[in-house]
């Protein structure tokens, strides 16, 4: 079977799809991955043999950049679509099965290129705040906020629609027509369609499901990481009792500009030490070690999974991939969300007892003390790891076998 993973996001985007391909790798499926040009997704998939196709700019860059605002939102939309006709249809060719992902104009482009070329197709999410359902309701666009007097979340759904189709639809259509396919009445249904998968675990997001929307819940997608710890870190652990670890993943750090001191301040106060990962915001945004008293240690990219297992806590912006893998190691957490989804996973980790939700993305050093304290109680470890072993690890292998059942029907 030969298999398409298209995406267009950040590291959280780009990720699960490592997670999968690799499954599909060892079921003797040829597998290529479209994603942004980055060289951190590059050398996450060549560790396991399967190539990167480049698209669009580095995730990377825009992720780092001023928000779009609501103008320019179709405008980049269209940049982006284009790229992915450009991209997906050449790496298509020839394939038996293509999964979506990503930012949604993204995931538009991709299974445009899907329908043009007759191949099959799955659209997947690792959030379900996309998926429309009466329970809950959707998230607002940049510069597109709802009515503060609607509260019927099926009414608001109905506007989430009319609004993506604002911002989404000519861009989609106008470049749909270029390869001779019919316009989309609407963008938001055509790309979830009629049965989306989401690849997210149950017992960490539990998918409530509508009758009109028949949702594959998978689990999450996620590759055991073998990569030993660098030798610094590895001693810097071996020194002392169990550390606190700090990141904020592909987000910029919190606006405060020395939020790094805040978090090293916050951690000293509960007498423990403190690991900082300074992630896509760079290694310069990072001021701690902030003195030579030792109980600090700044890291780059660094296998989550190996170090979360061996830290008193984890403090973190509530992106998916971080707090599946945090939950996931019997990690206490503290989430600080930053935009979009992070506060939904902040609320879960609340809602479970495995950790305290700040509310607010820029903590003081007595906004995080006192979570710090809730998340280091003992209680909260107990918990913690008990829930850690309800949580899935075959949502790979099981979306790898729902692919090998599709391209043989």
Same mark, same amino acid.
């Given at each position: ?96 099965? +293509?999964? $979506? ?5 993204? !995931? &538009? %482009? #991709?299974?445009? *290129?899907?329908?043009?070329? =007759? ?109 030993? +710890?660098? $030798? ?5 652990? !071996? &020194? %002392? #009792?169990?550390? *606190?670890?700090?990141?904020? =993943? ?119 003390? &006192? ?39």
């Amino acid at each position: 079977m030969r298999v398409l993973l298209s995406t267009y996001g950040s590291r959280g985007d780009v990720e699960p799809l490592v997670g999968l391909a690799a499954r599909l790798r060892e079921s003797g499926s040829q597998v290529r991955v479209c994603a942004p040009p980055d060289e951190d997704f590059a050398q996450r998939l060549a560790h396991i043999d399967v190539p990167l196709v480049p698209v669009g700019p580095s995730a990377r860059a825009l992720t780092t950049a001023a928000p779009p605002s609501s103008s320019s939102l179709p405008e980049r939309a269209a940049a982006v679509i284009a790229g992915q006709l450009e991209a997906v249809t050449a790496a298509a060719e020839g394939c038996d099965v +293509l999964v $979506a992902t990503g930012m949604l104009p993204a !995931a &538009a %482009g #991709a299974l445009s *290129v899907a329908e043009k070329l =007759g191949i099959r197709s799955v659209s997947v999410t690792f959030q379900q705040l996309t998926l429309p359902s009466p329970g809950r309701p959707p998230l607002a666009y940049p510069g597109r906020p709802f009515p503060p007097e609607v509260t019927d979340n099926r009414v608001l759904w109905g506007l989430d629609a009319e609004s993506i189709n604002a911002l989404f639809g000519a861009a989609l259509n106008t470049n749909r027509a270029s390869i001779g396919l019919p316009p989309v009445d609407d963008v938001r249904d055509y790309v979830i369609g009629d049965r989306p998968w989401l690849a997210t675990d149950p017992v960490l997001d539990p998918w409530q499901e509508p009758a009109d929307l028949d949702v594959v819940q998978t689990g999450a997608w996620i590759l055991p990481d073998r990569r030993p +710890l660098p $030798a610094g870190l590895e001693a810097f652990l !071996a &020194a %002392g #009792a169990p550390p *606190v670890y700090v990141g904020f =993943g592909s987000m910029p750090m919190p606006t405060s500009q020395d939020a790094a001191q805040v978090a090293v301040e916050a951690v000293r106060a509960q007498g423990r030490r403190v690991v900082v990962a300074h992630g896509w915001a760079g290694p310069g945004r990072v001021r701690a070690p902030i003195d030579d008293r030792g109980d600090c240690f700044v890291v780059g990219e660094v296998n989550q999974q190996a170090l979360f297992g061996r830290v008193a806590a984890v403090v973190h912006h509530g992106g998916a991939g971080t707090t599946t893998t945090a939950t996931r190691a019997g990690a206490p957490q503290v989430v600080v969300p930053q935009t979009a989804d992070q506060p939904y996973w902040a609320s879960r980790v609340a809602e479970l007892g495995i950790g305290v939700a700040l509310d607010g993305p820029t903590p003081t050093t007595e906004s995080l003390s &006192a979570a710090l304290r809730t998340a280091l109680a003992p209680e909260t470890r107990v918990w913690a790891t008990a829930v850690a072993t309800m949580i899935r690890t075959d949502g790979a292998a099981l979306a790898a076998q729902l692919l090998l059942d599709a391209a043989g029907r």
